[in-house]
Nanobody, 122 residues
Framework: QLQLVESGGGLVQPGGSLRLSCAASGFTLDYYDIGWFRQAPGKEREGVSCISSSGGRIRYVDSVKGRFTISRDNAKNTVYLQMNSLKPEDTAVYYC???????????????WGQGTQVTVSS
């Protein structure tokens, strides 16, 4: 069974950092493009970043450029989202998703994790 599991969320103060992980089980991530998405209360789910299967292409939404870094370690079957200089507006449930088309649109992804909560607050 194909499964994605996010981890690394938590409570952090503004200006702090977190690293989220997206681990796959039941399949190999090598051939999949991966997206990170987030959903704040009362808001639509939005694309944050995505990375191609090889890692050679990367995109970010404007609001996180220069603060977030996506990366992947195919040997560990894991994709990461390093989040620095966190702001209260980054508070959301963060999800990873996998499919064969790299995009910041959630409609392009078939496989989803259950999400991990990130709260940025003093």
């Amino acid at each position: 069974q194909l499964q994605l599991v996010e981890s690394g969320g938590g409570l952090v103060q503004p200006g702090g950092s977190l690293r989220l992980s997206c681990a796959a089980s039941g399949f190999t991530l090598d051939y999949y493009d991966i997206g990170w998405f987030r959903q704040a209360p009362g808001k639509e789910r939005e694309g944050v970043s995505c990375i191609s299967s090889s890692g050679g292409r990367i995109r970010y939404v404007d609001s996180v450029k220069g603060r977030f870094t996506i990366s992947r370690d195919n040997a560990k079957n894991t994709v990461y989202l390093q989040m620095n200089s966190l702001k209260p507006e980054d508070t959301a449930v963060y999800y990873c998703a996998a499919d064969h088309y790299m995009s910041l649109s959630l409609y392009e992804y078939k496989f989803w994790g259950q999400g991990t909560q990130v709260t940025v607050s003093s």
